[in-house]
């Protein structure tokens, strides 16, 4: 089953047909009975051929992320880490017990699917970071898998790794969507993730890698997330990046960003003029 955020109200594409789940996001998303209630809304309205006009899903949730889970990542950000002496800090923390975990964005800063994203005025090298998002709800638990496009300055993190802020978070460094995958169970290693960045309709970078390449289990990063952080309408959580661009790629404006996970969907995003 999946959940579409849209200007209308959520609406629930199940088996084929899109059904009006006539709530706001928060209390929805964060029922207790939140599968068995999708299924019986479905089940009792005739549905609609098509879903419109859809948003980032995400009502007043933080979004958070997860760094390094990847051996990609790794590797990546010791080369770009080097000079600015932050290298072993990379590998620690990919091997350590306790997960980097960071913020990303305010749920009014996330972009979503169509919208353009931003690269910073100010950075010379910026990638974006396809991730399995979790969202997760206030009791830790998590309820569904969106996409997500962790969009990064990483010439301002190599330079220092305290820049990792600035790298992270700015106008239009977060995009979601397009829906929530709503599912109990865990999501299967084997779900493949792929990127592809065409410029003037010609692919300038592409990527592939499976959710199993993560080095860390999903209930792992939220509960070190949650243990001493509270969530009162939950949570969305980035769980990495498996893929990163050649080191001479960078964003361009007018580039367009196409994130696919088949059982969630594709999102899409180009970047902004400025
Ligand atoms: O420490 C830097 C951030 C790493 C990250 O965002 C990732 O691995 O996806
Ligand atoms: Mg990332």
Redesign the pocket.
């Known amino acids: 089953m999946r959940l579409y955020r849209t200007r209308q109200g959520p609406v629930l594409e199940h088996d084929g047909t899109f059904h009006r789940v006539g709530q706001d996001w928060d209390p929805l998303i964060n029922r207790p009975d939140l599968v068995t209630y999708l299924r019986h809304s479905a089940e009792r309205s005739a549905g609609d051929d098509r879903v419109e006009q859809v948003l980032a899903p995400i009502g007043s949730q933080e979004v958070w992320?997860?760094?390094?889970?990847?051996y990609r990542?790794?590797t990546a950000?010791l080369e770009e880490s080097q000079v600015g002496g932050g290298a072993s800090?990379?590998d620690r923390?990919y091997e350590a017990e306790r997960p980097?975990l960071?913020f990303k964005a305010a749920p009014w800063r996330v972009r979503g699917p169509g919208d353009a994203i931003r690269v910073r005025r100010d950075a010379r090298w910026t990638v974006p970071?396809p991730?399995i998002a979790l969202c997760i709800n206030p009791r830790a638990e998590i309820v569904g898998y969106t996409i997500g496009n962790?969009v990064?300055s990483r010439d301002i993190?190599g330079e220092n790794?305290l820049y990792?802020p600035q790298?992270?978070i700015y106008d239009g460094a977060c995009a979601l969507g397009p829906a929530v995958l709503v599912s109990s169970e865990p999501l299967p290693p084997e779900t493949a993730i792929t990127l592809r960045v065409t410029r003037g309709g010609r692919v300038v970078a592409e990527g592939a890698t499976t959710f199993s390449q993560m080095r860390r289990d999903a209930q792992e990063l939220v509960e070190y997330l949650y243990r001493e952080t509270s969530f009162p309408t939950g949570c969305v959580l980035?769980?990495?990046?498996g893929i990163v661009p050649p080191d001479d790629f960078t964003l361009q404006p007018g580039d367009e960003i196409t994130i696919d996970v088949p059982a969630i969907g594709t999102l899409r995003n180009t970047v902004a003029a400025s």
Do not use: M
């Open positions: 992320a997860a760094g390094v889970t990847y990542s790794r950000r800090f990379y923390v980097e960071f970071e991730e962790d990064s993190e790794p990792l790298a992270k980035l769980t990495g990046t």
